[in-house]
């Protein structure tokens, strides 16, 4: 599985196809994997941003060698865990032993005034941007929805488990709509707040589970810029969630079981008589239903609805 590199099932089925015939168009990959060709094409691209593909003029997808493709992407990712890791296991040693680090660049945040102070500063003082991994369990109170800078912009990564928590939906919805960029990612290294690419706040522990032992305010440039580059590397794996995902979290719950199920053979091409016979309802219910998701997730057509239930990440592919 190349998850790990954020490469999705869907976009690894397709880079398996590629690898098998060397050059692929989008109607080739998605005659050949069974699923739309929005969703077809989607996954090429991500495959050519990835330099895992070239493309040329003509739409034709061209496998880079593995070695050199998926190679250089595997070097790129262990390179940068590797200096993240070093630096993180250095904090932490920072704050275990009471070190006194440089002065200015570190400072270990161990009670609740302290933080709530900062992120108080956090919420109001942003002049140019906000970004953060939010990773459960939640172990701290930031709510922005009342004291949001409108000169700073918002970028936010949730990891996939949060979207298990009945907050998380509602949340994300009002991120969206106050214009915040969400991404969803399959697994985070840590909880992180960077603010105007200046200031880090990140637990003590990668594994912390509480407000204790604390948190680190890390101002050092070289480290700012290392933890910068960490998130910039994660997002550009993440999926992005599109304005259009608010309308499903208002009301009643949109996506349930039967919802995801429907989702998914309507993704492998499955006409509407053996998805109502799959799920043991009828072909007018399915295709109700169908309707109904299109106009949760905004969208004017299967196609759409298709290609919008696998950019979102909204289901498992």
């Not at 994997?33 to 593909?53: H, M, N």
């Not at 739409?59 to 993240?84: F, N």
């Not at 609740?112 to 990773?135: I, S």
């Not at 199920?261 to 109502?276: C, F, I, N, Q, R």
Request: glycine residues 6%; charged residues 25%.
């Amino acid at each position: 599985m190349l998850d790990g590199l954020g490469i999705s099932e869907q976009e690894e089925a397709v880079y398996v196809e590629l690898l098998r015939r060397r050059q692929v168009t989008v109607s080739d990959a998605a005659d050949a994997l069974g699923v739309p060709a929005p969703v077809a094409a989607f996954a090429l691209d991500r495959l050519v941003a990835l330099g895992l593909a070239t493309r040329d003029d003509g739409g034709a997808h061209t496998v880079v060698p593995p070695e050199v493709g998926l190679g250089t992407l595997i070097a790129h990712r262990q390179a940068t865990l590797q200096q993240v890791q070093g630096r993180l296991a250095e904090l932490v040693e920072v704050y275990r032993t009471g070190a006194a680090a440089t002065a200015g660049e570190i400072e270990a945040l161990t009670t609740p005034e302290q933080l709530a102070t900062w992120l108080d500063n956090m919420e109001r003082g942003a002049r140019q941007e906000v970004l953060a991994f939010f990773k459960p369990p939640y172990v701290l109170d930031v709510n922005l929805d009342d004291s949001t800078n409108a000169r700073a912009t918002y970028r936010y990564v949730y990891e996939r488990v949060a979207l298990d928590d009945p907050r998380a939906p509602a949340e994300i919805a009002r991120f969206l709509k106050s214009g915040y960029e969400i991404r969803i990612a399959a697994e985070l290294p840590s909880k992180m707040i960077i603010v105007d690419r200046e200031a880090v706040l990140l637990p003590a522990l990668p594994d912390q589970v509480s407000v204790h032992p604390g948190f680190l305010l890390v101002r050092g440039k070289s480290l700012v810029h290392l933890l910068v580059a960490l998130f910039e590397r994660v997002w550009q794996a993440a999926t992005p969630l599109r304005l259009t995902a608010t309308s499903v979290t208002e009301g009643v719950p949109a996506w349930d079981d039967v919802d995801v199920t429907l989702l998914t053979y309507l993704l492998s091409g499955m006409p509407d008589k053996t998805v109502a016979s799959r799920l043991g309802t009828s072909e007018r219910t399915v295709q109700r239903r169908i309707r109904r998701l299109m106009k949760l997730a905004g969208t004017d057509s299967r196609m759409q609805l298709a290609w919008y239930a696998a950019q979102s990440g909204m289901i498992p592919l």
